[in-house]
Each structure stands twice: as C-alpha cells, then as structure tokens.
C-alpha cells in the first residue's frame, strides 16, 4: 500500500557530496516523521536524520553541519543532501516514514525503504 523508493546512492571520493531522494508512493494521506537511517557492515542501524511535517529536524551528532534534511509534503518526498563526506560515512542508507496514515484513515505506522548503498573512498 505503501513503497519508499530511495535514489541518489553511489561512490564518492572523501569531502565530496551526494543528495539521497526518498519517495513515497500509494495512497498516502500523510506521514508524520520522515527519517534517514544507515547501517554500515558489521554494525547496527543507526538514525542519521529525521524531520517533522513541520519542519523540525534532528541530526546523529557524527553528521551535524554537514548533512541537511529536507522534505515536500506535497510530493510525500524526503532529501539527504550530504556534504563533506567521509569514509566513516559508507553505508546502506534507509529511508523510514513514520506515522503513515492511508486516505482511507488506516494507520501503518512505520514503513521503509530498500536501502542505497553510499560508499566513500578514493
């Protein structure tokens, strides 16, 4: 009913940047959080970045200044515009919605993506 499509992974050398997309197909109504995950082999998933509906954002503190979250609630779309990458940085990169409410009033709570794979390396 719902599908989050993730793009924009790749291979990057360090201090470059890439822009993961996120997009939310089905008959959505509206979902509540919009986060970025990754998880890096051997590890466990950790939360990179999150946004409200309104706006607010939280970032994991290895990322602050220089990863940005942003959203259009119209295109039920979440960005990932990351700058100043690192090799620390490689990972598969989920894309979550929490909060997910179908046009037909039915709650789903979280959905997920399949993941993009962000490697940093030169």
């Known amino acids: 009913q719902v599908q989050l499509v993730e793009s924009g992974g790749g291979l990057v050398q360090p201090g470059g940047s890439l822009n993961l997309s996120c997009a939310a197909s089905?008959?959505?109504?509206?979902?509540?959080?919009r986060g970025w995950y990754r998880q890096a082999p051997g590890k466990q998933r950790e939360l990179v970045a999150s946004?409200?509906?309104?706006?607010?954002?939280n970032y994991a503190d290895s990322v602050k200044g220089r990863f940005t979250i942003s959203r259009e609630n119209a295109k039920n779309t979440v960005y990932l515009q990351m700058n100043s990458l690192k090799p620390e940085d490689t990972a598969v990169y989920y894309c979550?919605?929490?909060?997910?409410?179908?046009?037909?009033?039915?709650?789903?709570?979280?959905?997920w993506g399949q993941g993009t794979q962000v490697t940093v390396s030169s």
């Open positions: 946004i409200t509906r309104g706006g607010r954002t």
């Open positions: 089905g008959t959505i109504f509206s979902i509540n959080v």
């Open positions: 979550n919605g929490r909060g997910v409410i179908l046009t037909s009033g039915v709650y789903l709570g979280d959905s």
